[in-house]
């Protein structure tokens, strides 16, 4: 109270009247008597602006901040604001998408405490299981059991020259020439031979983000030594020079409030991770903002799922209208890109050219692979997001099921950046409102 009362001074805002439902237990559906009666109030237009110490004060689910919101338009109410959280001007499509968010975040982190890690996905993973939805993966039945035998022929074909040191270029470009077409029908690139030769799920594995769990109810394409010769030839960071494997979702997309500078991932020395504004050179930034990564995640993510189903991005996508041509053109070149580069590392690997020749001939291709990546990215948002746009519980039932690649492009389709603000002194939990998300339009 005293500090809405605080709020309220700053505001310049006479305070008309206090409304205290004392109930600590947030989510229980109780009745708040002084919840009621502000409303009442509101709606006879006694009052023409609200305070709370925090949104998930005032409303307890999405239905009753639907309710306030249509309220709040109705009368037309002039203000709104959270002490803790900031000010959400639910006259906004914006304003009303973050205090959404903010409420779902809060019920979810209550929900989920005790349940955290043992989720409906994780058991089914560590039981084998299949995860659903999407396109059925080649080699494999829409039943995603069943072996489809000239499939696995092609991807065993495939284990076999990679191996023996063939190139993903040169093995899709004749896989190409003999007209054998991905599970989409399509043309093969080296990157999605290259993710179904490292899948777990070929070698009768199954995963879950980027750990395997279990054992899979589905049978193997490839046996065991086979995938992990696979995965610790395709996998070396030698050949993957551009493309460092990401531990932290939200890299490069979170910038610190006070300097504007790309926070870098940096742990504790437990290992907790942690975003964090860089000092000192390269970066220079002012190391003002340190954050526990786990939660920013688990909310960007929850706010990213949110905005697919909101009218703007619907607009957005109809913007983002795709050209074929131009798409295709553009992946051509990153697999072409990406083929000189694993040629070039091959090359080093068996000793062909010494490392100062792969060194030098190394820039200019990955200058050519990142321009590649650029252009792919502008064309790829769309199909990679299309399917989901309004339709966010088919991504929010598969979420946990991604890796963080995938996590990542999909968080990059929606997110521009995130401004990460100064932690709330005192407060031991997360605070949302520290984070406020930029959207791509
Ligand atoms: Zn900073």
Same mark, same amino acid.
């Given at each position: 109270?005293?500090?809405?009362? =605080? $709020?309220?001074?700053?505001?310049?805002?006479?305070?008309?009247?206090?409304?205290?439902?004392?109930?600590?237990?947030?989510?229980?559906?109780?009745?708040?008597?002084?919840?009621?009666?502000?409303?009442?109030?509101?709606?006879?237009?006694?009052?023409?602006?609200?305070?709370?110490?925090?949104?998930?004060?005032? /409303?307890?689910?999405?239905?009753?901040? =639907?309710?306030?919101?249509?309220?709040?338009?109705?009368?037309?109410?002039? #203000?709104?604001?959270? !002490?803790?959280?900031?000010?959400?001007?639910?006259?906004?499509?914006?304003?009303?998408?973050?205090?959404?968010?903010?409420?779902?975040?809060?019920?979810?982190?209550?929900?989920?405490?005790?349940?955290?890690?043992?989720?409906?996905?994780?058991?089914?993973?560590?039981?084998?299981?299949?995860?659903?939805? #999407? /396109?059925?993966?080649?080699?494999?039945?829409?039943?995603?059991? /069943?072996?489809?035998? $000239?499939?696995?022929?092609?991807?065993?074909?495939?284990?076999?020259?990679?191996?023996?040191?063939?190139?993903?270029?040169?093995?899709?470009?004749?896989?190409?020439?003999?007209?054998?077409?991905?599970?989409?029908?399509?043309?093969?690139?080296?990157?999605?031979?290259?993710?179904?030769?490292?899948?777990? +799920?070929?070698?009768?594995?199954?995963?879950?983000?980027?750990?395997?769990?279990?054992?899979? !109810?589905?049978?193997?394409?490839?046996?065991?030594?086979?995938?992990?010769?696979?995965?610790?030839?395709?996998?070396?960071?030698?050949?993957?020079?551009?493309?460092?494997?990401?531990?932290?979702?939200?890299?490069?997309?979170?910038?610190?409030?006070?300097?504007?500078?790309?926070?870098?991932?940096?742990?504790?020395?437990?290992?907790?991770?942690?975003?964090?504004? @860089?000092?000192?050179?390269?970066?220079?930034?002012?190391?003002?903002?340190?954050?526990?990564?786990?939660?920013?995640?688990?909310?960007?993510?929850?706010? !990213?799922?949110?905005?697919?189903?909101? @009218?703007?991005?619907?607009?957005?996508?109809?913007?983002?209208?795709?050209?074929?041509?131009?798409?295709?053109?553009?992946?051509? $070149?990153?697999?072409?890109?990406?083929?000189?580069?694993?040629?070039?590392?091959?090359?080093?690997?068996?000793? =062909?050219?010494?490392?100062?020749?792969?060194?030098?001939?190394?820039?200019?291709?990955?200058?050519?692979?990142?321009?590649?990546?650029?252009?792919?990215?502008?064309?790829?948002?769309?199909?990679?997001?299309?399917?989901?746009?309004?339709?966010?519980?088919?991504?929010?039932?598969?979420?946990?099921?991604?890796?963080?690649?995938?996590? +990542?492009?999909?968080?990059?389709?929606?997110?521009?950046?995130?401004?990460?603000?100064?932690?709330?002194?005192?407060?031991?939990?997360?605070?949302?409102?520290?984070?406020?998300?930029?959207?791509?339009?």
């Amino acid at each position: 109270m005293r500090e809405c009362r =605080e $709020e309220a001074e700053r505001r310049g805002w006479p305070v008309g009247d206090v409304y205290v439902d004392n109930d600590r237990s947030a989510y229980r559906g109780k009745r708040r008597p002084e919840f009621v009666r502000l409303v009442d109030d509101l709606k006879a237009g006694d009052r023409d602006a609200v305070i709370v110490y925090h949104q998930d004060r005032l /409303t307890r689910s999405p239905r009753e901040l =639907e309710d306030f919101v249509d309220l709040y338009e109705a009368v037309g109410l002039r #203000g709104f604001a959270s !002490v803790s959280g900031g000010a959400y001007d639910l006259a906004t499509g914006d304003g009303r998408l973050m205090a959404r968010v903010q409420g779902a975040f809060a019920r979810k982190e209550s929900d989920d405490k005790s349940r955290r890690g043992r989720s409906k996905h994780r058991q089914l993973a560590e039981a084998g299981e299949l995860s659903g939805g #999407g /396109t059925r993966p080649y080699g494999y039945a829409p039943d995603r059991k /069943t072996i489809v035998p $000239e499939e696995a022929a092609v991807i065993r074909d495939a284990a076999k020259r990679t191996l023996a040191g063939e190139s993903m270029r040169s093995i899709t470009a004749d896989l190409n020439d003999r007209g054998i077409a991905t599970v989409k029908g399509g043309r093969w690139t080296p990157v999605t031979l290259r993710q179904i030769l490292i899948s777990a +799920r070929v070698a009768g594995l199954r995963s879950l983000g980027d750990e395997i769990v279990a054992k899979a !109810v589905w049978p193997k394409i490839l046996d065991v030594g086979t995938s992990e010769r696979l995965r610790a030839l395709l996998l070396d960071p030698a050949r993957r020079t551009s493309r460092p494997v990401r531990r932290y979702a939200l890299a490069g997309l979170l910038r610190c409030h006070k300097c504007t500078t790309v926070l870098v991932s940096r742990p504790r020395t437990d290992g907790t991770r942690r975003y964090v504004c @860089p000092t000192g050179e390269p970066r220079g930034g002012c190391g003002g903002v340190v954050a526990l990564a786990d939660p920013i995640e688990r909310w960007i993510a929850e706010a !990213v799922l949110y905005r697919l189903d909101t @009218p703007e991005m619907a607009r957005a996508m109809q913007g983002a209208k795709r050209d074929d041509a131009a798409a295709d053109d553009a992946q051509a $070149e990153l697999s072409d890109a990406l083929s000189r580069q694993d040629d070039l590392a091959a090359m080093f690997a068996a000793a =062909e050219i010494s490392r100062r020749e792969w060194l030098a001939a190394r820039a200019p291709i990955e200058t050519r692979v990142e321009r590649a990546k650029k252009r792919v990215a502008k064309f790829s948002r769309a199909p990679l997001i299309d399917e989901y746009v309004g339709h966010s519980n088919r991504l929010r039932d598969r979420w946990a099921d991604l890796n963080l690649d995938r996590q +990542r492009a999909i968080i990059a389709a929606v997110l521009d950046h995130a401004i990460v603000g100064p932690a709330v002194r005192g407060r031991k939990t997360f605070d949302p409102s520290r984070v406020t998300p930029v959207w791509k339009r």
